[in-house]
Nanobody
């Protein structure tokens, strides 16, 4: 069955960096656009970044543009989120998501399957 497993979350200081990984299995990874979303306490889940099947096209939320980088390795069936210059406002549970299609979507409703999430906490 489809499975997405996130890792790499944890505690970071403001200004620091973390790299999230999402290992995918149970579907043809190279055919799927992938994305990262996050949800802070008391807030709705929001789009962070997305990448198309080849990795040539990416899209970022304005709040992370220039600080976060999404990438993928189609051989390893893994998608990554490099997060730099972290701020306390980045504190959230980060979710990896995929879709049955190769083109980017930037809404949660546009994604078809989800991981369980990994906590990222940024201290000031």
């Amino acid at each position: 069955q489809v499975q997405l497993v996130e890792s790499g979350g944890g505690l970071a200081q403001a200004g620091g960096s973390l790299k999230l990984s999402c290992a995918a299995s149970g579907f043809t990874f190279v055919n799927s656009a992938m994305g990262w979303f996050r949800q802070a306490p008391g807030k709705e889940r929001e789009f962070v970044a997305a990448i198309n099947w080849s990795g040539r096209n990416t899209n970022y939320a304005d709040s992370v543009k220039g600080r976060f980088t999404i990438s993928r390795d189609n051989v390893k069936s893994t998608v990554y989120l490099q997060m730099n210059s972290l701020t306390p406002e980045d504190t959230a549970v980060y979710y990896c998501a995929g879709r049955w299609g190769s083109l980017i979507r930037t809404t949660a409703g546009g994604m078809d399957f989800w991981g369980k999430g990994t906590q990222v906490t940024v201290s000031s």
